[in-house]
C-alpha cells in the first residue's frame, strides 16, 4: 500500500491542526494504522495508533491532545493536534501494516508501508 501524508504546516503553539494520510494500492480497512514523528537526529517517536477495530493508542506526550482517526472508505488517517507546542515539531510519518501485533504496536520497525513526511512547525 501507498500512503501520501498531507497537512503539515507552520503554526503558532496553542492552534490546532489536522494531517491527513490517503493510501492507494490496496484497502487498508484490515491495517492497523500509525502516526509517527522524527527529528534529525533522534529517533522516530511513536504518537498514535488506531487498529481495524477502532481502537486507539497514544504516546504519553500527545494524550488528550492528539486524536487519531481513520474513514475506510476514503482510505484516509487522520490526527487531529490540538493545543499544539513548540515540542511538537517535527516530520509527522504515517504508516500502515496489516500483521503487526499489539504488543509492537509502538515499534516503527514493525510497519511495513510508510508515507513520505508531512513537516509540522510550532512557534511559540
Known amino acids: 500500500v501507498q500512503l501520501q501524508a498531507s497537512g503539515g504546516g507552520l503554526v503558532q503553539a496553542g492552534v490546532s491542526l489536522r494531517l491527513s494520510c490517503a493510501a492507494s494500492?490496496?484497502?487498508?480497512?484490515?491495517?492497523?494504522l500509525a502516526w509517527f514523528r522524527q527529528n534529525q537526529g533522534q529517533e522516530r517517536e511513536f504518537v498514535a495508533a488506531i487498529r481495524s477495530t477502532g481502537h486507539t493508542f497514544y504516546g504519553d506526550s500527545v494524550k488528550g491532545r492528539f486524536t487519531i482517526s481513520r474513514d475506510n472508505p476514503k482510505n484516509t488517517v487522520y490526527l487531529q493536534m490540538d493545543n499544539l507546542k513548540p515540542d511538537d515539531t517535527a516530520l509527522y510519518y504515517c504508516?500502515?501494516?496489516?500483521?503487526?501485533?499489539?504488543?509492537?504496536?509502538?515499534?516503527?520497525?514493525?510497519?511495513?508501508?510508510w508515507g513520505q513526511g508531512t513537516l509540522v512547525t510550532v512557534s511559540s
Open positions: 494500492g490496496r484497502s487498508f480497512s484490515r491495517a492497523t
Open positions: 504508516a500502515a501494516d496489516f500483521s503487526i501485533i499489539l504488543s509492537s504496536i509502538r515499534r516503527p520497525d514493525q510497519y511495513d508501508s
